[in-house]
């Protein structure tokens, strides 16, 4: 498999903050409702329906897990709306991302979601599709819906390669920190 190796990082909220927004409960704001018998986690991520407007369409997603190696060759984005990802059940996946704008191979950057954690891209951020991994994944995925062309594909110009042995030192790096 030839290609360049992507890097793989920990998806955190400073790491990914130039493509949007991670979707956790720690550090978000939160309160009581309910007469104290539920906890709510408020505005977690920005649903961005454009200035084209559109409505907010609320999907799943079955993904089945990718192996690794993988080869990276192609990215999406979507110019009139946000994507947000949120998984439901806690098994880690795959984030491949470069910045919204002209696509820029050298600032793609790849991250390994802990499992619970979901993602939004923000408006115009180019991504992978879904990369699940070790077992299928459904996920709840909101973005937007309406009139206007809201996919953009890309071919990379070379390829890209998520390896196990990248996978395994953000693991690794994680216990020992």
């Not at 009581?32 to 799943?60: F, K, Q, S, W």
């Not at 060759?73 to 059940?89: C, D, V």
Request: hydrophobic residues 40%.
């Amino acid at each position: 498999m030839a290609g360049a190796a992507l890097k793989i990082e920990r998806l955190t909220r400073e790491a990914f903050a130039p493509f949007g927004d991670v979707i956790e409960l720690s550090g978000a704001k939160h309160f009581g409702i309910n007469g104290g018998t539920t906890e709510r986690y408020h505005d977690l991520a920005t649903v961005d329906l454009g200035p084209e407007g559109g409505h907010t369409l609320v999907n799943v997603f079955r993904g089945q897990p990718r192996q690794l190696p993988y080869e990276v060759t192609m990215l999406e984005r979507h110019p009139l709306g946000s994507q947000a990802f949120i998984p439901l059940k806690t098994t880690p996946y795959l984030v491949v991302v470069a910045p919204a704008g002209e696509l820029d191979v050298s600032q793609m950057r790849a991250f390994v979601s802990e499992g619970w954690q979901g993602v939004n891209y923000a408006r115009g951020v180019w991504h992978h599709p879904l990369l699940a991994l070790e077992e299928v994944s459904d996920f709840v995925v909101v973005d937007r819906g309406g009139e206007g062309h809201n996919c953009d594909e890309r071919d990379l110009p070379g390829t890209y390669v998520l390896t196990r042995a990248a996978l395994e030192a953000v693991r690794s790096a994680r216990k020992a920190a």
